[in-house]
């Protein structure tokens, strides 16, 4: 994955001058792989009442197979990788991940037994693990400072894209062929988009746009090498109290909002009676339609004159946390379904808001060599908030318990998501003290 001295210096010569068209297809081309992330994220999701019926599993064993599982390989390899990624070439580093990552999703579709396909899952956590962070500093050498909340916001809709694969794609596939069929469905075709981003992506120089940056050279990889790139960018994060609130904030969000959805087709299949077909398609619509609504208007926001403001931003996205998290916990309590429908209609906007604003004000207060590291960080602790405690030591147990001491039966699991939901105003209030000391923070890291 290390860069030739030539082939360093073309990919750089290349994107210092790279046309605006140009970038805009970067941009493109990591959008698609960031759907193809979440895709495989939603398709175990929409997958849980299957699988866990086949394998005969509680649901905190479930929640073990589907989340724990990737978690644990995911953040174990991310950081590193990350390291890595803030040191050598992105692009190589990405295209090599999105191929390993995607061939293995497929790869369990071939699975057989709870234990190879609980291996398969360790292998795709570790291919992800290499998506997002060389992705958004990618992009955040293609775009300068201003204008990166709005480039990584269009970049989240990533997000709704791969979501509505994950569950109309992946629950129709389930109702034609089984679960086996909609891991290879969703699979195969990010094969064939990494060898996409190996031939057409070039790898841009760092800090290029960014104001008396002079870019970082590339070096080669030692272990030591990487272990001071992770502390250093930690001392660095230790003291910008923005990039610390936008982290709790984003993972804190991160819990309430995917650690809702992580559990909705089960939810809409045993309280609703929907087959799992049913509720991908329920579902997916609201991913594409709404996530894509209320990601734009999180990009359109960005883009106004008061948003080069960071503050105006943060206290923007803690009143969107605030409104969406009403209609979180009225989702899971009404009774019927068109109820349901109507207030998930009304919450699927504000699971997607956050993303790309995050990430691009995270990018703002981290000097351009720490940006892929300080972003794995914050992928760390989002992705133990989403897929380990909110699964595992959450919302799967206390589904558990409740079905177990109060005979709630298939209405456990709303109870449980129940509790959950108003984890959104502790993202909010978070996300609002982040705007205390951003500039400052902002100041720092361009120095």
């Excluded at 077909?277 to 209320?294: I, K, N, R």
């Excluded at 109060?406 to 998501?417: I, K």
């Amino acid at each position: 994955m290390t860069d030739t001295g030539a082939g360093a210096a073309t990919g750089t010569a290349a994107a210092a001058g790279a046309a605006p068209r140009e970038r805009w297809y970067v941009l493109g081309v990591m959008t698609l792989v960031y759907a193809l992330n979440i895709a495989d994220r939603f398709s175990i999701t929409t997958l849980i009442e299957p699988i866990r019926t086949e394998l005969a599993l509680s649901d905190k064993g479930i929640a073990f197979l589907t989340g724990t599982a990737l978690v644990f390989f995911y953040v174990t390899a991310g950081i590193p990788i990350a390291a890595l990624a803030d040191r050598l070439n992105r692009r190589n580093i990405l295209a090599v991940s999105l191929f390993v990552w995607s061939g293995v999703t497929a790869l369990c579709g071939l699975t057989r037994s709870y234990g190879q396909l609980l291996l398969a899952r360790i292998a795709v956590g570790v291919g992800e693990a290499g998506g997002t962070p060389p992705s958004t500093s990618i992009v955040a050498d293609n775009f300068a400072p201003q204008r990166r909340p709005m480039a990584l916001t269009i970049y989240a809709l990533g997000a709704c894209l791969g979501a509505w694969l994950g569950t109309s794609v992946a629950g129709r596939a389930a109702d034609v062929g089984g679960w086996r069929l909609a891991f290879m469905v969703l699979g195969l075709p990010g094969v064939a988009v990494a060898l996409l981003v190996y031939l057409t992506v070039r790898e841009p120089r760092r800090g290029q746009l960014d104001p008396g940056a002079e870019g970082a050279p590339v070096a080669p990889f030692t272990l030591a090498a990487t272990l001071t790139q992770i502390l250093v960018t930690l001392r660095f994060m230790r003291h910008q109290r923005a990039a610390i609130h936008l982290v709790v904030g984003g993972s804190v969000a991160t819990l309430w909002s995917w650690g809702l959805m992580y559990w909705t087709p089960a939810f809409l299949e045993r309280s609703h009676r929907l087959t799992v077909g049913e509720a991908g398609g329920l579902l997916g619509p609201m991913h594409l339609v709404a996530g894509t609504a209320g990601t734009l208007a999180a990009a359109a926001l960005m883009a106004v004159p008061a948003a080069r403001d960071a503050r105006f931003v943060t206290r923007l996205l803690a009143l969107a946390a605030v409104l969406t998290t009403v209609p979180s916990f009225f989702a899971y309590e009404a009774a019927s379904l068109p109820a349901a429908t109507v207030w998930l209609w009304l919450f699927v906007p504000g699971v997607y808001f956050y993303i790309g604003p995050v990430l691009g004000l995270l990018a703002n207060v981290m000097p351009p060599g720490m940006r892929a590291t300080a972003c794995a960080i914050l992928l760390f602790t989002a992705n133990v908030a989403n897929l380990f405690i909110a699964p595992q030591l959450y919302v799967g147990p206390l589904s558990d318990w409740f079905a177990a001491s109060f005979n709630a039966g298939p209405e456990s699991l709303r109870w449980a998501l129940l509790v959950l939901a108003p984890t959104g105003l502790w993202a909010a209030w978070h996300l609002w003290r982040a705007g205390a000391t951003i500039r400052e923070d902002e100041a720092r890291a361009a120095l």
